[in-house]
């Protein structure tokens, strides 16, 4: 897995900071709450899902549970991407109003895990703050690298996003 960026903090953390798991996205670097990942994996072709929408790549059968895939790029507007070996697929515990489930996402790399305290981390711009957008937590500069925290709650939330795992064991 290719580094983007690595924590030259020091000092440990105070208890104000939170850990972060990067990765990049289309020459970007995002992030999420490391609290939220599950998993780890290597990219391995899925099942694809007929009708299902353009975002959803297919599903895995994770352990006996079927998770949908998510491809992230389509998701946040991006082209998409041929899968190279370093493409991954970070297992989310997310949040939402019919419980938790655990939901894949196909991102370019994985980066690493940083702190980010609470004073590197800024809201989004209000240029870009629209109900389409609650899914961006904030901003934070680290290394001279722009990171954007994603709220996975809220990403995983959108009508655009959205697929009940229960659904899916019908069509697999």
């Not at 900071?17 to 899925?46: A, M, N, Q, Y």
Request: proline share 6%.
């Amino acid at each position: 897995m290719t580094t983007l960026l690595s924590s030259t903090r020091e000092d440990p953390p105070d208890a104000a900071s939170r850990k972060v798991l990067t990765f990049g996205l289309g020459g970007e670097i995002d992030g999420v709450d490391i609290l939220r990942v599950r998993e780890i994996r290597g990219w391995s072709p899925v099942t694809r899902l007929p009708n299902s929408p353009s975002h959803v790549l297919g599903a895995l059968n994770l352990r006996g549970s079927i998770v949908p895939i998510v491809d992230l790029r389509v998701c946040l507007g991006l082209e998409r991407a041929e899968f190279t070996p370093v493409t991954v697929i970070i297992v989310l515990s997310v949040t939402m109003p019919g419980g938790r489930g655990e939901y894949w996402l196909v991102v370019d790399n994985v980066a690493d895990v940083i702190d980010i305290g609470a004073a590197e981390l800024r809201s989004a711009p209000a240029l870009i703050v629209d109900t389409e957008l609650d899914f961006i937590e904030g901003l934070a500069t680290v290394s001279d690298h722009m990171i954007v925290l994603l709220d996975v709650d809220a990403l995983i939330g959108q009508d655009w996003v959205s697929i009940e795992p229960a659904a899916l064991l019908g069509a697999a």
